[in-house]
């Protein structure tokens, strides 16, 4: 087994963030409209912060399971853990929180059996463009296939892996980088998201992967750039805008479909 894992870097984000692509992907031009209305980021919420706790929790559990932590250091990490739970939720989630990961620690690991000279990288920098860039949880790269691993705590909406541009843009940013040293062919995205017992999976071709990014990632960002990008308005993609309020195409969207419904009449 080999593991890597590149020193933490300034908490700086990313313009085009992957966790922001579904968006900015399809509605390139919701970018002039951000930064021309002056919409301030969204706060993280309760929601956000809980998941940043479960995610330090798997952190820690991989870390022990790779043995890149001593003992000490583990039940030092875990404890702190419990007391910011309790701090955020009035209760020690800590070990419940370790129950909902263990199914990727597990996943992580069988892939280690299987292939005990695989790369294992936790908490991964990856870049797609200097614009572009995020942190995966786990990216392992094993024969010929990288594996991209995310983990999302929240309870609500599913998120599949299927055709996921999030995970598409990690395994991009990945592959990007990896290529150079390991002759990758297949990529595979997985998602858990235990409090919804779900574990989803999509493979594509190194290939097709790349040719992902050169029709669509590219052209994107390019649009972005240079303000010729156009909107795309749906219910899915203004979910999380910070500027939707203030959208005038997300508003004519709206009035068309409550015309076209006949709940509103032109009169």
């Known amino acids: 087994m080999r593991t890597e894992r590149m020193a933490r870097m300034p908490d700086v984000h990313a313009k085009l963030s992957p966790s ?4 900015w992907l399809n509605c390139t031009k919701s970018f002039d409209l ?3 209305a002056k919409v301030p980021e969204q706060t993280a919420g309760l929601a956000a912060e809980e998941g940043t706790l479960a995610h330090a929790v798997l952190e820690n559990l991989m870390k022990q399971a790779l043995g890149k932590v001593s003992a000490a250091e583990f039940k030092a990490e875990r404890k702190r853990l419990a007391e910011a739970t309790e701090k955020l939720l009035g209760y020690s989630a800590i070990s419940e929180m370790e129950k909902f990961a263990s199914g990727q620690v597990e996943f992580i690991l069988d892939l280690l059996r299987d292939d005990p000279n695989a790369l294992v990288m936790i908490e991964q920098r990856v870049f797609v463009t200097e614009q572009c860039f995020g942190t995966a949880d786990a990216i392992v790269i094993s024969g010929t296939t990288l594996y991209v691993i995310d983990y999302k705590y929240g309870a609500g909406i599913p998120v599949n892996a299927v055709e996921n541009p999030q995970l598409l843009l990690y395994g991009a940013g990945a592959l990007r980088f990896w290529e150079l ?3 990758i062919q297949q990529v595979e995205l997985h998602i858990f998201q235990p409090r919804l017992h779900s574990h989803s999976e999509f493979r594509l071709s190194a290939d097709e992967l790349r040719s992902w990014v050169d029709t669509k990632v590219l052209p994107a960002i390019d649009e972005i750039n240079s303000s010729t990008g156009s909107f795309c308005p749906s219910d899915k993609i203004c979910q999380w805008c910070p500027a939707k309020a203030v959208c005038s195409a997300r508003a004519n969207a709206m ?4 015309l076209q419904e006949g ?3 032109d009169d």
């Open 20 to 23: 922001s692509s579904h968006r």
């Open 181 to 183: 040293v390991h002759d």
């Open 255 to 258: 009035w068309g479909f409550l």
């Open 263 to 265: 709940v509103l009449t």
């Open 34 to 36: 951000i930064e021309s």
